[in-house]
């Protein structure tokens, strides 16, 4: 059923090509033997990520669904190039006019016929852009909810079903349909009537944060049909994690902290008072930094925010106004200057950093001023019940500023998912408070919420173990349970510290309606039966996170890729603004970090680049490879490596010093000790080293009957992501064993290669 619908869709896309014949691409059947072959020639890239297939293979059978993905995780691919290769346009339903134009300036450099209808046109264009869509000249068409249910739009809607067809509705920021997730928007409520009216069309919902209540009210407000569910993991692991105490002298520590870190980053702030007076000192201290809040006028906005997605200026100072529309992959750093409203919130906010995959860090100050502050912009909410569940997130993400457990765990906890383990990337990971065994006092407090019959929040129970004579308590007679008064010998921060604890750890559960009620699970009475011990860690530490980078070591490439990079960014940016297009739409920065190590100098060699599709090849490729030849002749450098010589050439000093350790007969956590770095790292130079050629024996790291697993695991699904292999693989099998099986893999498969091109 796949392989027809998506025959039959490529010869519809012979006549649904762009307007611009010069981005049109010679297609016939056979250009598209799979799928991979369609996201290369359209999109530059060999492989789908993690789930993106699935999806798109459920879009191409005409099925619903629901696909939540993290930020970055390519959830707009899973509806762009099923378009492509289906009959009609598909509508895209998207919340804010900067995130489609960024969609659609991105589609159009790819050559795909992309365009959008909203209130940044003149009539003049919205006719012409009508125009072209009935004549089928456009596959993708980007809308806001309001406009979709306007009375003007409806007619064009019917018409091009009539006539073009519709092939899909996709729902981007699908959060926005249900009242319990963090950014609410009524305009989606209404966007059932597409399933009411179009019965037939396949519809997508997708959003990046979803709880399971949420994911429920999208499906039942949509009404989707048997839709199928695609929930990748919610961990972003380039996320470094932390939380900072907010002193008197907030914007002391704040200078220091943006002067460290390098590449463009986003400071959000509770007030639009805030935003001004914070930008204007970083102005006033020689960094390029602009305000962004809803007091501007809408040119001011929209100037500022262009001039920061162009590279322009390096500071985006915001109210949680900015970000939900921006398509910027590059992102450093993202610093919460004020305490976050929700752990929704803040997951939304600070996946802003680090969308293209690369290392980015997340900064939280904690000052507990600003709590009253959030609490009067709740109070200021005119529905009790909308307030009573505003308070309980509040409460969450106190929780989670507050807490010593992994803040992986607690993010990824709130989503419903597991996590074991500790991530190794965030400050209470990287910076580990002490470690006591409270579990007898956790059987104490889960006995106090057996006793109180599941009814009571954390507060209630707290007071009856400390013997509290509240009056609500002893009316409710809890003075006479046999809990009440056994928990004297402990602070009331103790038990409030064991209690974030349980709850992190998922010992014990709490209702998400508002009201915090506690509820025992299967862990909570393995515990109250002895089977299960609790771990807590007894530091309430927020003391300078900002020394975590002190033992982190950051891999600094080589003089010449450095040098080379920095010349291909400026041509980036001098392209870009030529065309009036942010940077990442010409390159994305990856993969001007992979020209930078391989410096290809072909137009055969450039079409290997990770994002070099057929448009881009022949957009860019001559004017990057006439930059790259010139600065090889310049250096004196070889050139159009191949990937394994890229490696051999991107070893820097701290692989080498791992390399000496090593030589000397330490084991990886040794050297991990050794160097004060993290066990991955150290796992990650070793895994380079063996690609590199240097004598690393595999026998000593992994051991030969789990290399055996691994590799017949790679033999199997092929050379994919190291999640995509530990998911087959199973929890038993850790990233570092994987990535350094892989490694050597890929080092024989060079060899053999090699050895056949030389017969």
């Known amino acids: ?22 981005a049109r691409p010679a297609l016939d059947q056979a250009n598209f033997p799979s799928l991979e072959k369609a996201l290369k020639h359209f999109f530059g890239y060999d492989q789908f990520r993690l789930s993106q297939r699935q999806v798109i293979e459920d879009t191409l059978q005409n099925r619903d669904s629901l696909v939540i993905m993290p930020t970055g995780g390519g959830k707009s691919l899973c509806y762009q190039l099923p ?28 050559g795909i016929a992309a365009t959008f209808l909203n209130s940044s046109l003149s009539l003049s264009e ?3 852009r009508e125009a072209a869509l009935l004549q089928g000249q456009i596959k993708l068409l980007y809308v806001a909810p309001e406009r979709l249910l306007s009375e003007a739009f409806l007619p064009l809607l019917q018409q091009l079903s009539q006539t073009i067809g519709v092939a899909a509705f996709a729902i981007d920021e699908a959060h926005c349909v249900s009242d319990w997730g963090h950014d609410f928007r009524p305009e989606y409520r209404q966007l059932r009537f597409l399933r009411q009216q179009y019965p037939t069309v396949p519809m997508l919902a997708l959003t990046a944060t ?24 919610f961990n972003r692991q380039n996320l470094y994690y932390e939380v900072q105490p907010k002193g008197r ?4 520590q704040l200078l220091p902290l943006i002067q460290q870190q390098e590449g ?12 001004d007076e914070t930008a204007l000192r970083l102005q006033q201290d020689g960094i390029a930094a602009l305000p962004y809040h809803a007091g501007l006028s809408d040119t001011t906005r929209q100037e500022n925010q262009s001039r920061f997605i162009r590279d322009d200026v390096r500071i985006m100072v915001a109210t949680v106004a900015f970000g939900m529309g921006i398509n910027k992959p590059d992102v450093r750093f993202v610093i919460h200057y004020d305490l976050p409203r929700s752990l929704e919130n803040y997951y939304q906010e600070s996946g802003r950093a680090g969308r293209d995959g690369e290392a980015a860090r997340c900064t939280i100050f904690l000052g507990y001023g600003d709590i009253a502050t959030v609490e009067y912009l709740i109070d200021r909410k005119p529905d009790p019940r909308e307030q009573r569940i505003a308070k ?15 803040r992986r765990q607690i993010q990824l906890g709130y989503f419903g998912e597991d996590f074991a383990g500790l991530c190794q990337n965030c400050d209470n990971c990287c910076l580990p408070p002490p470690i006591e065994d409270w579990t007898v006092e956790a059987q104490k407090f889960l006995s106090c919420v057996a006793r109180c019959r599941e009814r009571f929040g954390m507060t209630h129970i707290i007071d009856v173990l400390r013997g509290s004579r509240k009056k609500r308590l002893l009316e409710l007679k809890h003075d006479q349970l046999s809990t009440y008064g056994i928990g004297k010998d402990r602070a009331l921060d103790e038990w409030r510290l064991l209690g974030r604890s349980l709850l992190h750890q998922r010992l014990v559960d709490e209702t998400t309606d508002g009201y915090s009620v506690l509820k025992l699970n299967a862990a909570s009475w393995q515990i109250l039966r002895g089977q299960l011990a609790v771990q807590v860690a007894i530091t309430q530490k927020l003391e300078s996170a900002s020394a975590a980078d002190s033992s982190t070591e950051r891999d600094r490439p080589p003089a010449e890729v450095a040098s080379l990079l920095s010349q291909l960014k400026d041509l980036r940016k001098r392209l870009a603004d030529e065309q009036s297009v942010p940077p990442y739409v010409v390159f994305a920065e990856s993969s001007l970090r992979q020209m930078a190590q391989q410096r290809p100098q072909t137009l055969d060699a450039f079409a290997q680049i990770s994002g070099v599709g057929n448009r881009k090849l022949d957009q860019y490729g001559k004017v990057f490879t006439a930059a790259i030849a010139q600065f090889c002749q310049e250096y004196d450098l070889s050139s159009d490596l191949q990937p394994s010589t890229a490696v051999t050439q991107s070893l820097t000093t701290t692989h080498l010093t791992t390399l000496q350790f090593y030589q ?22 070793l895994a380079r080293l063996i690609e590199a050629g240097q004598p690393i024996e595999l026998d000593r790291l992994v051991s030969s009957e789990r290399q055996q697993v691994i590799q017949q695991a790679i033999a199997n699904i092929g050379d994919t992501p190291l999640r995509e292999l530990r998911e087959h693989l199973g929890n038993t099998y850790d990233y570092s064993e994987i990535r350094l099986v892989k490694a050597a893999w890929r080092k024989l498969s060079q060899q053999t290669t090699a050895i056949a091109e030389n017969a």
């Open 210 to 233: 979803a709880t399971e209540r949420v994911r429920e009210d999208i499906v039942e407000q949509l009404q989707l049909r048997d839709p199928a569910l695609h929930v990748t993991s």
């Open 83 to 110: 378009a492509l290769l289906k009959i009609g346009v598909t509508l895209v339903v998207s919340p804010l006019i900067a995130l489609m134009q960024d969609q659609v300036e991105a589609l159009r450099d790819n």
């Open 664 to 685: 000397q007969g330490l084991t990886p956590a040794e050297i991990a000790v050794e160097r004060g770095l993290r066990l991955s790292t150290i796992s990650d130079h």
């Open 1 to 22: 059923m796949a392989c027809r619908t998506q025959s039959q869709s490529v010869q519809s896309l012979m006549v649904n090509l762009p307007l611009d014949n010069s």
């Open 126 to 128: 919205l006719r012409q």
């Open 264 to 275: 463009t980053g986003i400071i959000y702030c509770l007030s639009r008072r805030r935003v």
């Open 392 to 406: 309980q997130q509040l409460r969450q993400m106190i929780a989670y500023a507050e807490s010593s457990v992994c």
């Open 249 to 252: 002298q907030a914007y002391a």
